[in-house]
Each structure stands twice: as C-alpha cells, then as structure tokens.
T-cell receptor, first 114, second 111 residues
Framework: NAGVTQTPKFQVLKTGQSMTLQCAQD?????MYWYRQDPGMGLRLIYY???????DKGEVPNGYNVSRLNKREFSLRLESAAPSQTSVYFC?????????????FGPGTRLTVT | DQQVKQNSPSLSVQEGRISILNCDYT??????FLWYKKYPAEGPTFLIS?????DKNEDGRFTVFLNKSAKHLSLHIVPSQPGDSAVYFC??????????FGTGTRLLVSP
C-alpha cells in the first residue's frame, strides 16, 4: 500500500499562474484533508472532505478550490497564485472525519510562488 | 491568534535521558489532544493522543500528560533514542473534529 501520495513534490510558480495539487489515497478512507505548513505557524487546515461528494472550508480557504474527484482522490487548485501561498502543502486522509480516527499524511508538496 | 502554542522551538537531549516536550492551549473547549512526529521530507505521523476526560496516557516509551486547569499538555519520551530526533507537533480539537496544530518543537537526541 502506498498510503497517501501527492504530486508534484516541488513546484515553482509565477504570481498569477494556476496549478492543481493532486492527492490520492489507497486506504479506502472516507475523509480527506488539505493542510498548509508555514514557518512559525504549524499546520493549518485549508479544506476537507468528510465523504465523497462533500467539501467544507477549513481555517484558511481563501485563494483555493478543491475537488473530491472520487473516494480516492482530492485535489487542491490555486487559480491565481500569490507569493503568500508559498508553503508546504500536505494532504491527509482518515477513515472518518471524527478526529479519534487517525489522519494519515502524504509527503507534502513544496510550492514557491515568485 | 495561536490557540495551540509550543513555546520551545527546539530541544536537545542525550540518548537514554528523558525528553519533555510542552504545549499550551488557550481554548478551554478543546476536548481531544494529539501529538504528531515529523521527519524531514515526510508527512506528520500520529504518535499518541489523550481525551480531556483523562490526565495521562501511556504507549511504550511515550506518555502524554494533560493538565486541564493549566491548559497544558506535555509529551515525555523515556528513554530518548537518536531515532526520536524529529519535529513534534501537538494538536487539539473541539467536538472531535478539525485539528488545530501547534508550531512544532524540533527534538535532537544525541548519542
């Protein structure tokens, strides 16, 4: 089992460009999440999907859109990238959205916006 | 407004000794607390958790203590091993949904 996979691992964008971060899990989990990690800020929840067909905003959703393509895949889209979106992005999944179910994280995507 | 704070950005400990990582929180409504460990170029992995109805939870070398009156959480690692060198995040949730993470403490265990 690969667990949670993310592509790409690294990306450099110019301000205003768009891109989609891909995430897939092979654990048959219902819930998936997108976090960003910034120095001195810890991990912050961007969006989550409690189950296939549903998505909800997290703590810092502005500037992002998500798509729960199917049970396995949850993508994060930046329509018009800004330098403030330079960060490391982590995707995670869990059996259910209730936090007592462990979240499994992918290896992250390091994004730089110039 | 940082609701979960880890005031020590780094900690150095010798192998075999105890490592104590601390975490403070401001929201008294938090009812579930977790610790995650993160190695470079990897995602965080779950380590141990504790519900607000308990004050201690132990799993092998790892023990988490919760002091609700002080709004303080600590992780004890005994004995510390070089493989424990990583960044440790504490996290909290309210209503058992959505995690709020602290800023992390980098632990270095030297042989």
């Amino acid at each position: 089992n690969a667990g949670v996979t993310q592509t790409p691992k690294f990306q450099v964008l110019k301000t205003g460009q768009s891109m989609t971060l891909q995430c897939a899990q092979d654990m048959n989990h219902n819930s998936m999440y997108w976090y960003r990690q910034d120095p001195g800020m810890g991990l912050r929840l961007i969006y989550y999907s409690a189950s296939e067909g549903t998505t909800d905003k997290g703590e810092v959703p502005n500037g992002y859109n998500v798509s729960r393509l199917n049970k396995r895949e949850f993508s994060l889209r930046l329509e018009s990238a800004a330098p403030s979106q330079t960060s490391v992005y982590f995707c995670a999944s869990s059996e259910m959205v209730v936090i007592t179910y462990e979240q499994y994280f992918g290896p992250g995507t390091r994004l730089t916006v110039t | 407004d940082q609701q979960v704070k880890q005031n020590s950005p780094s900690l150095s400990v010798q192998e075999g000794r105890i490592s104590i990582l601390n975490c403070d929180y401001t929201n008294s409504m938090f009812d579930y607390f977790l610790w995650y460990k993160k190695y470079p170029a990897e995602g965080p992995t779950f380590l141990i958790s504790i519900s607000s109805i308990k004050d201690k939870n132990e799993d092998g070398r790892f023990t988490v203590f919760l002091n609700k009156s002080a709004k303080h959480l600590s992780l004890h690692i005994v004995p510390s091993q070089p493989g424990d060198s990583a960044v440790y995040f504490c996290a909290a949730s309210k209503g058992f949904q959505k995690l709020v993470f602290g800023t992390g403490t980098r632990l270095l265990v030297s042989p």
